[in-house]
């Protein structure tokens, strides 16, 4: 019997489990996904839990709820791989053989990396949203914060989700007004780009949406250190901004499984071929989600096609016939600006996000890159589509793994 | 768009990133270096030719990969390029400015 092994039953784990269970059956193989963690988070709710619109409960599920019962769930921590060898290294000294292995171990935030960010201001006046610790201690409190600096801030490129910080700083407007105390919190967004966002025509609508509600923009901050005692951010040219709150992103990283297996850039990324999702080094290594190199959006939508071109391209390969070279960095993210509404982007590795229309070209009923009440009612149904539709690996309809141009408003 | 500089003709980008880095010489690094109001010491020409070898070898280039490199520590690469480092210097250096990917 062969072996396909999964590493991670996150988002694109769970997707790729889901997906190959209907077509790799036993007797013939056998799929086995690995996760030392038991609790399966709906990662986007970190971004409205510190503002009280989301309970813990609302983004918090059990792992085994979501993975196949033909598929082995392992319950433990890994060790290493040995790719020369085919072999997974599990803490507890047992040894996975594969035929084929999916690597997806995920990105997580490394405030370690940034000197002094996790200092004696860790979680007291320093804080990061995209854990669960830390999005919860920010809501308790931010709910008797009196106002101040408020500093939304990005360590360094590539993070997750691109788009979060700059909703959040969105949110943060909002929910300031509706406690009646904006006018007593100064709000600024840091960030090491050189504007609000890495494609131009969406950078000029969101940076137009930060001036309209008042949020200062410092661009091309390379942050050196966290001052704790007096409470700022330096960044290598000797710029200081201070901070009352400070919300940071911090450097985002792979796994450490990649770094002791040797198999990961300077940031523990997989080297990935970006139209198949192969390895570059190994041929029967395969990399989905956060955890590789390509240059596309570290984002559940992102996971969601690849994991479509994934499954193609897994069942070409255990036929021995040639890859698919289809996957075109399509990503679709929904940008919450507040008061209820959302902007929609649709973009991929060659197309920058425009306005139009969406899905449907020219009827929506959802708009890119303009603000609508119709984008954030998206924004909220998805919680229930990623629990019910997209983890199941259910194909969403009219939305195809690769983009579509139509209904987009090209030069 | 064409860009005349150092006497010779130059294909750039609306942000004036050159956009054949085969068009590059030193002299038009010195010419470029000038209009970003720096004076280039064997130290700067260390960090250029070590962005362009980087180039030459499709490396993406971040600050993060230039402070590891072992030829110019973050602190310095700012003394040397002030404001923002790598933008500067890779349009210096005659190659596309580094997209962060997204």
Known sequence: MKHLVILGAGTAGTMMANHLSHHLKRPEWRISIVDEKTEHHYQPGYLFLPFDIYEPEDIVKSIDEFIPKTVDLVQGAIDKVVPSENKVLMHDGSVLVYDVLIVATGAKTAPEE????????????VFDFYTFEGSLSLRNKL???????????????????PVAPLEFAFLADSYFKHKHIRDK?????????????????????????????????????????????????????????PFDILVTVPTNKGDEVIAR?????????????????????????????DASNIPASKAGSVAHFEAEILTDNILHFVKGEPLK????GHANCFIETGNG????????????????????????PLRLLKESRMNHMGKLAFRWIYWNVLLKGTHIPFVSASMSEAGKKYN | ?????????????????????????????????TEAEINLTPRHWDVLTYLQTEYRNEVPLSIRKIGKSGVVDIKEFYQLFPKAPLKTATKIAGIPKPASCI
């Open chain 1, 114 to 125: 940034i000197e002094g960010m996790k200092g004696n201001e860790w979680y007291k006046s």
């Open chain 1, 143 to 161: 709910r008797d914060w009196k106002g101040g600096k408020l500093v939304v801030h990005i360590t360094e490129m590539p993070i997750k989700c």
């Open chain 1, 185 to 241: 919190v100064e709000i600024t967004y840091v960030t090491p780009l050189s504007g609000a966002f890495t494609k131009p025509k969406a950078t000029e609508a969101l940076e137009h949406l930060l001036q309209e509600k008042n949020i200062n923009i410092e661009s091309d901050f390379a942050i050196e250190h966290v001052d704790n005692e007096k409470k700022e951010i330096v960044d290598y040219g000797g710029r200081a901004i």
């Open chain 1, 261 to 289: 297996s040797g198999m990961g850039d300077d940031l523990n990324y997989v080297p990935t071929h970006k139209a198949t999702l192969q390895s570059k080094e190994y041929a029967n290594v395969f990399v989905l989600g």
């Open chain 1, 325 to 328: 070279e289809e996957f075109d």
């Open chain 1, 341 to 364: 509404k959302a902007l929609l982007i649709d973009f991929n590795y060659t197309h920058e996000p425009v306005e139009g229309t969406f899905p449907f070209p020219g009827v929506g």
């Open chain 2, 1 to 33: 768009m064409e860009k005349t500089i150092a006497g010779k003709s130059i294909a750039v980008n609306e942000e004036g990133y050159m956009t054949d880095f085969k068009q590059w010489d030193k002299s038009i690094g010195e010419a470029l270096a």
